[in-house]
């Protein structure tokens, strides 16, 4: 006869502090989930400004996207033989077969420009940079060109780069280039619209914009203190006041201090204060207008190439495009975060498991290239 061993709830034995412990286990690992779905989840800001902008825009995009990157091209061509190479963002294909001798799998989050892909035979799929549909270990190297920039968190950018590096073999390499905030075309900044404030409410958790240390420490900063272009001299005169805390002393409020025999101070240094002030808050927007990083970048679709029926009449009528007669074309507004020098080696410093082994400055871009650790041979 057979032993039947009987399995005893092991529960019924805890103690209390055992089942504090457990539940803050459980607590714990709930929150791990909760927050790596929040990063998975798709921003709005990103969704509409950046997923339905290069659907509609695919064709005419991918016609204007055909030259390599020497950098880029340099670093596919230096692996060696029968790599296979992963490339998340692929856009239209561009780098895809680079290194003949090599095996190329690409994946985009447009529609549009996957199918491109395929129309070439290329090997391709639709995916989202923060969670790639590869198993661990799966290639031997991977690209991401121009991709994290359209990322709208913190998180979401750190996100893709563990992706990268999770789909790599131990000792595989991943090249990552983002825009720079440092163009050497400094002219393009003034075709740029700085992000107002209207969409910082799509930016919530840590990752978001105005939770970075460089935000936070800066009394001064707010996207309003952006102006547009429609807001007038005296009109950002009244908003730059709410920056330097000097609200004007109310009459009674001052006739309460005379009757006290407080000191007021004298018309001539008030007007000296508040002079100095409002240089300092002067200051302070220009500076703040040189470490913007959040824009719009415009993208003219020439009348010709705009499906009238198609992707471009439905962005016109729910104002995600919008008419430019004097261009003849159909502008749409794409979302960036443009990186600051030393941000993309910050975010990768925080993988655990690789190590930044080159770091250049090309075509206005910021680029790294990244090698996950070699398993242990002990």
């Known amino acids: 006869m057979r032993d039947i061993k009987v399995k005893s709830d092991s529960k019924e034995f805890l103690t209390s502090s055992d089942e504090e412990e457990e539940a803050v286990q ?3 690992s709930v929150s791990i989930r909760e927050s790596s779905l929040s990063v998975k989840s798709t921003p709005e800001i990103e ?4 997923h339905r902008v290069y659907d509609a825009i695919a064709p005419h995009f991918s016609s204007t996207r055909f030259a390599k990157w020497p950098k880029v091209a340099a670093f596919l061509e230096s692996l060696p033989p029968g790599s296979v190479i992963l490339d998340a963002g692929c856009g239209n294909g561009k780098y895809l077969g680079l290194n003949p001798s090599c095996f190329f799998i690409g994946c985009d989050i447009s529609h549009p420009l996957i199918k491109i892909c395929s129309d070439k035979g290329q090997e391709v799929l639709v ?3 923060v969670n790639l549909p590869y198993r661990e270990e799966f290639g031997d190297a991977a690209i991401s060109i121009a991709v994290l920039h359209h990322l709208s968190t913190e998180n979401r950018r750190k996100k893709a780069i563990e992706e990268l590096v999770r789909v790599v073999k131990p000792g595989g390499f991943v090249l990552i280039t983002v825009w720079a905030a440092e163009q050497e075309d400094t002219s393009l900044l003034t075709k740029w619209t ?3 404030a209207k969409y910082v409410e799509e ?3 840590p990752g978001s914009p105005m939770n970075s240390p460089r935000v936070r420490n800066n009394p001064f900063f707010s996207l309003e203190s952006i102006p547009e272009t429609e807001v007038s001299a005296k009109e950002q005169k009244a908003e730059n006041s709410q920056f330097i805390g000097l609200e004007s002393i109310p009459e009674s409020e001052e006739s309460t201090r005379e ?3 407080e000191s007021i101070i004298p018309e001539t240094k008030a007007s000296i204060v508040e002079q100095k002030d409002e240089n300092s808050v ?3 927007l220009e500076a703040l207008k040189k470490s913007q990083q959040e824009y719009f970048v415009p993208w003219h679709l020439p009348y010709h190439r705009a499906e009238v029926s198609g992707a471009s009449a439905s962005a016109l009528a729910s ?3 919008k008419k430019d007669d004097r261009k003849g074309a159909v502008v749409y507004n794409r979302y960036y975060h443009v990186f600051s020098e030393g941000e993309l080696e910050r975010l990768a410093s925080g993988v655990g498991n690789a190590m930044i082994v080159d770091r250049f400055y090309d075509k206005s871009n910021w680029c790294i290239v990244l090698q996950k650790a070699a398993l242990n041979q002990d």
């Open 26 to 28: 459980i607590i714990e």
């Open 47 to 50: 969704k509409k400004y950046v």
């Open 127 to 129: 995916a989202d940079a």
């Open 194 to 196: 700085p992000l107002s």
């Open 203 to 205: 930016w919530v958790g």
């Open 259 to 261: 009757q006290k025999g």
């Open 282 to 284: 002067e200051e302070s």
């Open 319 to 321: 104002g995600l495009a």
